[in-house]
């Protein structure tokens, strides 16, 4: 029994440290300057789209396409950009450029674990929608099997700057950024790993 409850004991600490130390902790910001938008999470590129009303994949047509269609102010084609989390990615999500929170909108949906594009259209998704001078921009915080809890840390109204904290979602799952394309260049391939508030994903 005291070897068990030792055990439990070592257990707990080592979870508390990987909570405090790694989970929470943050990659300090190396903001680059210019006309870009930066990845509004950490982790690793699984989808690229170009979306408009005539122009989209089978599963966003069903699922995620759906939703999103509505609030898409015009049939300019818009770019989507999946960004997968582990659980020992940074999990704060970032402001991808400067702009204004107009809404905030939690979509309910399952818990799966969040590999695909697939999946991050059934999952239950907090979605923030920004006022931004490329136009409306959605950072869409997706959560999974463990991480079922997606926090904001702004509200209706809120100013901010390229790279602040948005929000977090707690242990590893999915963010989606959702943008106008204008004549944003793609800097990123899926596969890329991108570190939040850093890694520029679009430029003039």
């Known amino acids: 029994m005291e070897i068990f409850g030792s055990m439990t004991i070592g257990a707990l600490l080592l979870f508390v440290l990987f909570y405090r130390f790694v989970f929470l902790r943050d990659n300090g910001n190396r903001i680059p300057e210019g006309d870009s938008i930066v990845a509004p999470a950490s982790g690793k590129i699984v989808h690229i789209e170009e979306i408009s009303p005539g122009k989209a994949s089978l599963d966003i047509k069903k699922g995620f396409f759906g939703f999103i269609r509505t609030e898409i ?6 770019i989507l950009i999946n960004i997968f989390m582990n659980v020992t990615d940074v999990h704060f999500t970032k402001a991808p450029c400067r702009g204004k929170v107009v809404e905030i909108v939690r979509r309910p949906g399952r818990f799966r674990s969040v590999f695909s594009i697939r999946e991050a259209i059934e999952n239950e998704k907090q979605e923030i929608i920004l ?4 136009g409306i921009v959605k950072v869409i915080q997706i959560a999974g099997f463990l991480a079922r809890r997606c926090v ?3 509200r209706v109204g809120d100013s901010f700057d390229k790279g602040a904290k948005l929000g977090q979602i707690l242990l590893g799952s999915q963010i989606a950024l ?4 204008h004549d944003l260049t793609l800097k990123v391939a899926i596969g890329d790993k991108v570190s939040s508030g850093e890694t520029v994903l679009l430029e003039y």
């Not at 102010?73 to 818009?78: Q, T």
């Not at 959702?178 to 394309?181: A, E, G, H, T």
Request: charged letters at 25%.
């Open 152 to 154: 904001s840390f702004v």
């Open 73 to 78: 102010p015009n049939e300019a084609p818009y």
């Open 178 to 181: 959702l943008i106008p394309k």
């Open 131 to 134: 006022e931004t001078d490329f």
